[in-house]
C-alpha cells in the first residue's frame, strides 16, 4: 500500500488505525480531481448521496443522515486530559486511560468489510506558519468530499509537516451503527488525538472543525502562545482602498454568517465602501514579526445552516452554495431536483422530499406542522465560490486585526455598541458573552445563558485558564493589542419589537468601530465603556426608522439594570470556581471596578 509521506509518525500511526479497524481496503487521498470525482461516482451508485440538477446546482449532491444523528452532541462530547482540573466545569471530562480502553473494543474490527479512507489535510493556507496539519482516517465517503471542501486536502498538505515533525493530529472516525447510546466524540489533547464513533453527522464526523480548529487548537495556542477563537473574520474596504480587518464572536442565532458576508447599505457602497469575508466561524490569531495580531481562517469552505439564508437575509451565503456544495438534511423539490429549505422564499415544493426521505406535499406538510427541511440542515460550500472573498484569503501570513468584536441577543441592557477601556475590560467583555433564549429555543424566555467568548463548548481546557491565556496575550501584544468591542443588534421596545434594523445595517456600527480604532472620532465615556456620542452613527437612509428617540434607547446605559449584570456575572464567576474554575483575579477586579463606576 502506498503512503503519501515518507514521515514515520504518520506512517505508524495510521498503521496502528489499520490494525484497531481492520479495514478489507485502505485508499490514501491525495486530493486529485481524478480521484475525489471516482468517489463522488461510487456514492451516488451505492445511494449514499443523491444526485442533483446538474444544470441548475452543478456539482452539487445531496446527503441523509440518520435522523438520530442530525447536530452536534454536547452530552456525548468529552475533553480527556490527565487532570480533570485541566478540563475545567464547562467540559466534560473523563480520565484519558479509561477512556482508551472504552472505546478500543468498539473501534476493534469496526471497519471490517470496509474502506478505510486516509485524509492528510491542512488547517490553513498551505506553506502559512500559522496552518496546522491533520490526518483523519474515516470509513465514510461523505466525510472526505466534506472534508475536501472544507479543508486543504492531499498531499500537499504533509509540506508544512515534513518528514520527520510529530506534530499533526490524529483524527479516527468510524460511523460503526450510529447508535445514539454509543455515540463518543473525544478530544485528547494531551495527545493531539480525535476519537468519532457512531455519527455520521458533520460536526461531529469533519473532525478538523471544531474538534481540531477549535477545541485542540485553543489548547495548543495556550501552550504555543497563540489563539484560536470561534470567530468570523472580514474586511472593510474604505473609500481610498485601504482596508481594516475585523473579527467578531457570537453565540448561535445572532447573525455571525450574515456579518461576515455583510452587504453594506446603499449610502456606503455608493460611496465605495465594500466588505470582503476572510471567515465565517473560525480565527486562528497570532503575533506576527511587526507585533501585531494577525488572523487566519482555518478552513477552506463554509459549513452553513440553510434554514433562513435567502436573498434577502445572506444573498452572498446563498450564491456561494450554489454550485459544488454538499447538501445534507434539506428537502428536495422532485419537480426539477433541485434542493429547498423553510425561508428559502414562499414557494415550498408541492412534490417534494422532506429531510427523512419521505414523499410529500410540501405546503400541506408545513400546514401540518412538518418542516420539509431539517433545522440544522447544511451546505458545505466552497469559499472560493463566495461572491464577497477577499483576496487575502489565502495570505499565508493572515490579516492584520484592528479589531475584535463581541456580541450577544440581549432585549435591555446591552447597548447597541460600546467600547472596552482596555485589552483586560475587554477580556471581561468577552467572559461576560451571553444570550437570552428565544421562544424558538426552550419554553421559557429570557432565559440568560452564558456563552463567553462564545466558545463554550469549544474550550479545549479549563475556561479559567483560558480567561488567563487571553490576558497573557493582551500583554504580549501591548500597544499593538487590537481595540475590543461589545454590540447588540437585537434591543428591543417595550413591545418586543427590534429596534435596529440589522442586516447590512450593521455595517453602520463597524464604521463608527475603525473610526474608533484609527483615533478619527470621539466617544462619550461611561461605566460600563466608550459610547457613541450623538450623531456619530451614521443614519442617513433610515432616519425615519431609527429617529433620535430610538438611537437615544439603543444608545441607553441603565444603571439598574446593569447593577442586576454584575450581580449575574459575580454569581456565574461564583458557580464555575465552586466547580474548578481558575478564574484570573484581574476579572474579578473589573467587576469590582464597574460596580464603582456605576455607583459614582
Same mark, same amino acid.
Given at each position: 500500500?502506498?503512503?503519501?509521506?515518507?514521515?514515520?509518525?504518520?506512517?505508524?500511526?495510521?498503521?496502528? $488505525?489499520?490494525?484497531?479497524?481492520?479495514?478489507? /481496503?485502505?485508499?490514501?487521498?491525495?486530493?486529485?480531481?481524478?480521484?475525489?470525482?471516482?468517489?463522488?461516482?461510487?456514492?451516488?451508485?451505492?445511494?449514499?448521496?443523491?444526485?442533483?440538477?446538474?444544470?441548475?446546482?452543478?456539482?452539487?449532491?445531496?446527503?441523509?443522515?440518520?435522523?438520530?444523528?442530525?447536530?452536534?452532541?454536547?452530552?456525548? +462530547?468529552?475533553?480527556?486530559?490527565?487532570? /480533570?482540573?485541566?478540563?475545567?466545569? &464547562?467540559?466534560?471530562?473523563? #480520565?484519558?486511560?479509561e477512556m482508551y480502553a472504552k472505546l478500543t473494543p468498539m473501534y476493534d474490527g469496526v471497519m471490517a468489510g470496509r474502506t478505510m479512507y486516509v485524509i492528510p489535510y491542512s488547517m490553513g493556507p498551505i506553506g502559512s506558519p500559522l496552518a496546522k496539519v491533520g490526518v483523519e482516517v474515516t470509513d465514510s465517503i461523505y466525510v472526505v468530499l466534506n472534508m475536501d471542501i472544507m479543508t486543504r486536502v492531499g498531499v500537499k498538505a504533509f509540506e508544512n509537516l515534513g518528514d520527520t515533525s510529530d506534530d499533526f493530529v490524529r483524527g479516527l472516525h468510524a460511523r460503526a451503527d450510529i447508535d445514539p447510546e454509543k455515540r463518543y466524540i473525544v478530544q485528547f489533547p494531551e495527545d493531539n488525538t480525535i476519537w468519532s464513533i457512531n455519527s455520521g453527522y458533520g460536526g461531529n464526523v469533519l473532525l478538523g472543525k471544531k474538534c481540531f480548529a477549535l477545541r485542540i487548537a485553543s489548547f495548543q495556542g495556550k501552550n504555543e502562545g497563540w489563539m484560536a477563537e470561534h470567530m468570523l473574520i472580514l474586511g472593510v474596504e474604505k473609500p481610498?482602498?485601504?482596508?481594516?480587518?475585523?473579527?467578531?464572536?457570537?453565540?448561535?442565532?445572532?447573525?455571525? &454568517?450574515?456579518?461576515?458576508?455583510? %452587504?453594506?447599505?446603499?449610502?456606503?457602497?455608493?460611496?465605495?465602501? =465594500?466588505?470582503?469575508?476572510?471567515? #465565517?466561524?473560525?480565527?486562528?490569531? /497570532?503575533?506576527?514579526?511587526?507585533?501585531?495580531?494577525?488572523? %487566519?481562517?482555518?478552513?477552506?469552505?463554509?459549513?452553513?445552516?440553510?434554514?433562513?439564508?435567502?436573498? =434577502?437575509?445572506?444573498?452572498?451565503?446563498?450564491?456561494?452554495?450554489?454550485?459544488?456544495? %454538499?447538501? +445534507?438534511?434539506?428537502?428536495?423539490?422532485n419537480a426539477d431536483?433541485?434542493?429547498?429549505?423553510? @425561508?428559502? #422564499? @414562499?414557494?415550498?415544493?408541492?412534490?417534494?422530499?422532506?429531510?427523512?426521505?419521505?414523499?410529500?406535499?410540501?405546503?400541506?406538510?408545513?400546514?401540518?406542522?412538518?418542516?420539509?427541511?431539517?433545522?440544522?440542515?447544511?451546505? !458545505?460550500?466552497?469559499?472560493?465560490?463566495?461572491?464577497?472573498?477577499?483576496?487575502?484569503?489565502?495570505?499565508?501570513?493572515?490579516?492584520?486585526?484592528?479589531?475584535?468584536?463581541f456580541g450577544g441577543r440581549r432585549a435591555s441592557t446591552t447597548p447597541l455598541v460600546y467600547q472596552s477601556f482596555d485589552w483586560i475590560h475587554g477580556t471581561y467583555v468577552g467572559s461576560a458573552v451571553s444570550s437570552e433564549t428565544t421562544a424558538a429555543a426552550t419554553g421559557a424566555v429570557g432565559v440568560l445563558r452564558h456563552d463567553p467568548m462564545a466558545m463554550k463548548p469549544f474550550i479545549g481546557y479549563n475556561v479559567g485558564d483560558y480567561w488567563a491565556h487571553w490576558l497573557e496575550m493582551g500583554e504580549k501584544l501591548g500597544e499593538n493589542a487590537p481595540k475590543i468591542f461589545n454590540v447588540n443588534w437585537f434591543k428591543q421596545d417595550e413591545n418586543g419589537n427590534f429596534i435596529w434594523p440589522g442586516f447590512g445595517d450593521n455595517m453602520r456600527v463597524l464604521d463608527w468601530i475603525i473610526k474608533r480604532c484609527e483615533g478619527t472620532i470621539d466617544a462619550e465615556e461611561t461605566a460600563i465603556g466608550y459610547?457613541? =456620542? $450623538?450623531?456619530?452613527?451614521?443614519? &442617513?437612509? %433610515?432616519?425615519?426608522?431609527?429617529?433620535? *428617540?430610538?438611537?437615544?434607547?439603543?444608545?441607553?446605559?441603565? =444603571? *439598574?439594570?446593569? !447593577? /442586576?449584570?454584575?450581580?449575574?456575572m459575580r454569581n456565574y464567576y461564583k458557580e464555575l470556581s465552586d466547580k474548578g474554575a481558575r478564574i484570573p483575579a484581574a476579572l474579578e477586579a473589573q467587576l469590582d471596578a464597574l460596580e464603582a463606576r456605576l455607583a459614582k
Open positions: 500500500m502506498a503512503t503519501l509521506t515518507k514521515n514515520p509518525n504518520v506512517n505508524a500511526w495510521v498503521d496502528e $488505525m489499520i490494525a484497531l479497524t481492520k479495514p478489507e /481496503k485502505v485508499v490514501w487521498i491525495d486530493g486529485s480531481d481524478e480521484q475525489l470525482q471516482a468517489l463522488r461516482d461510487e456514492a451516488l451508485s451505492t445511494g449514499e448521496m443523491v444526485a442533483l440538477n446538474q444544470e441548475k446546482l452543478p456539482g452539487c449532491i445531496y446527503h441523509r443522515t440518520n435522523p438520530n444523528d442530525v447536530a452536534r452532541v454536547e452530552d456525548r +462530547t468529552f475533553i480527556c486530559t490527565r487532570n /480533570k482540573e485541566d478540563a475545567g466545569p &464547562t467540559n466534560n471530562w473523563c #480520565d484519558p486511560k481610498d482602498g485601504e482596508v481594516k480587518y475585523i473579527t467578531a464572536a457570537f453565540p448561535s442565532a445572532c447573525g455571525k &454568517t450574515n456579518l461576515a458576508m455583510l %452587504i453594506p447599505p446603499a449610502c456606503y457602497t455608493e460611496a465605495g465602501y =465594500k466588505v470582503w469575508t476572510v471567515g #465565517d466561524d473560525i480565527a486562528w490569531l /497570532k503575533q506576527g514579526p511587526d507585533g501585531k495580531l494577525y488572523a %487566519i481562517n482555518p478552513e477552506n469552505g463554509f459549513f452553513g445552516v440553510a434554514p433562513g439564508t435567502n436573498e =434577502k437575509s445572506n444573498p452572498n451565503a446563498l450564491h456561494t452554495a450554489m454550485r459544488d456544495t %454538499i447538501f +445534507t438534511n434539506v428537502a428536495i423539490n431536483q433541485t434542493v429547498w429549505w423553510e @425561508k428559502l #422564499d @414562499k414557494n415550498p415544493p408541492v412534490d417534494a422530499t422532506e429531510w427523512k426521505g419521505a414523499k410529500v406535499n410540501g405546503p400541506e406538510y408545513i400546514a401540518q406542522g412538518g418542516s420539509l427541511a431539517h433545522p440544522n440542515s447544511r451546505f !458545505t460550500a466552497p469559499a472560493r465560490n463566495c461572491p464577497c472573498i477577499s483576496k487575502e484569503f489565502n495570505n499565508p501570513a493572515g490579516v492584520p486585526v484592528s479589531a475584535i468584536i459610547l457613541p =456620542k $450623538m450623531g456619530d452613527i451614521n443614519v &442617513t437612509g %433610515i432616519e425615519d426608522e431609527v429617529t433620535p *428617540e430610538i438611537m437615544e434607547k439603543l444608545l441607553h446605559v441603565d =444603571k *439598574e439594570l446593569w !447593577t /442586576k449584570e454584575i450581580a449575574e
